[in-house]
Each structure stands twice: as structure tokens, then as C-alpha cells.
């Protein structure tokens, strides 16, 4: 085990290295929902699709925001975009949202699940979930599955994207203690579990989704600048922005990545795969 995991590690640190696929494709006359819209990975993510001509449905948890992004995306690239708000710590909320986007939007073709957070303490959301679990997993895993007959709408290709994170190799993941009643909490522990049930996850979907038209991977965002971890206490934010802040890339490679994710032909028909 240890030799494998000093080869995965050798693996990673070349992949780090490696520039990235981009893609020149048009999206115009596709739609992408991305849930995690208005900041980070999300928001990058919705510039590019956005620059090459996707219409856009976003999705956060506050209008503000959701409202500012909307009006800046049409006026800088001229496309369409909607949006919905939903609290991803409440799975009730989540299912109201489902079936709101699937009533009101005409086609999805691309669904993006960039939601996400980084607790350095335990914590839980109003039904009893941990926090972190259920925003980064629970809440994106319901989304994906009941926009699943949406996808499949007309037989057209869809491609649904899970950004998730190296933080798998965090560890942390056990069925028998998902709320960590039972163990010792860490922060890097935590959000590595949810990565990892998030990857488990992308597998079981792509098996059941084989012959549908629909393909779902997982990608690594990269280390790049991002507002994750921003509600932690006063020492960590202050470590994250004079210390980690420093040493990360633009985030506009992981929105780059994304499209390329999204619109290369190359990849039609590629699923349950994880990508760098």
C-alpha cells in the first residue's frame, strides 16, 4: 500500500505539472446549470461557458449575488442567464429546486455541480447533516439525480461535470460514521470524505447512465484562488489570504478546464472518469 500510494503521489505531482487541454468549441444554442455560481470555480466556470456562447442557468444561495453575476455575464458576452437560489444545507430546499429547474428551464445539456465548502470544525446543518457532507455531496448528488430525466429529454448528449478536489486523498470516508459522532474531526478529513463519496458516486451514476447519451466525470479544479474556506474562524482566513493565497493559480484555468470538459468532442461519450 505504501508503494502505491508513493507512486500515486509521484503520479499527481506530474499531472500538477502538465499544462491543460483547453477547448475553441462553440456552446451556442446549449444550456448549462451550475450550481456554486457566484464565486470561484463556479464563476469561472460560467465566464467561459458564457464566452463561448452557452446560455446559462445559475444557482447559489444568495439573490444578491446570483442577481449581480446574471446582469454582468449578458452585459460582458451577451448570452442568456437565469438563475434560482437554494441553501444546500437544507435537502428539502434541494428537491424544491430540482423540480423547479426541471418545470422552468427548457433544455439542460450541461449540468455543473461546483457548490462547495471547507469547515475546520464540526458542524451541522439544521436536519442533523454534517455540514460539509451535505453541501459538498448530498446536496449536488440530489441535484444531479432528479435532473436526470431532464438530461435525458429528447435523447439528447449531456454531460454532467461534479467538481471535486484531490481532497479524497484526504480519507475520512466511513458509512458507518458519515456524521462523525464517533470519530475525531478534522477539516481536511471532513472535506476529503465528501470528496470521496462524491467520486464514488460519479462512478455508480456512469453505470447506470451507460446507453442514455449521458456522461458524468469528476474533475480537480486545480489549486487556484477561490473564496472556499471563507467562513472559517479569524487565524484560518488570515493563513489562507497572506500565506496560501500567495502560492495559488488564477482560476481562470479551472473555469478553462471546465469548458473544455463541457464542449470537447473527444470526450463524447467518456464517463466515470476522473480528471486533473
Known sequence: LKEYEMSDMREMMRNNKTPHHRSSVSLAGKTAVIAGATSGVGLSAAEELARFGCGLVLVGRNEAKLKAVKESLENRFGCAAGYFVADFTLPNEVHRLSKQIAGEVDRIDILINSAGIHSTTKQYTRDGFESVFCVNHLAPFILTY?????????????????????????????????????????????????????????????????????????????????????????????????????????????????????????????????FN
Open 146 to 274: 432528479n435532473l436526470i430525466p431532464k438530461l435525458k429529454e429528447e435523447c439528447r448528449p449531456a454531460r454532467i461535470i461534479q467538481v471535486n478536489s484531490q481532497g479524497h486523498r484526504f480519507n475520512g470516508f466511513n458509512l458507518k460514521d458519515l456524521n462523525w459522532k464517533k470519530r475525531i474531526y478534522t477539516g481536511l478529513r471532513g472535506y476529503g470524505a465528501s470528496k470521496t463519496a462524491q467520486l464514488l458516486s460519479v462512478w455508480e451514476f456512469a453505470d447506470r447512465l451507460k446507453g442514455t447519451g449521458i456522461t458524468i466525470n469528476a474533475m480537480h479544479p486545480g489549486e487556484v484562488r477561490s473564496n472556499i474556506g471563507s467562513n472559517n474562524g479569524r487565524l484560518y482566513r488570515w493563513y489562507h489570504g497572506n500565506v496560501l493565497w500567495k502560492s495559488l493559480k488564477d482560476v481562470k484555468i479551472s473555469g478553462e478546464a471546465l469548458h473544455y470538459l463541457a464542449a470537447a468532442p473527444e470526450l463524447e461519450g467518456v464517463s466515470g472518469r476522473y
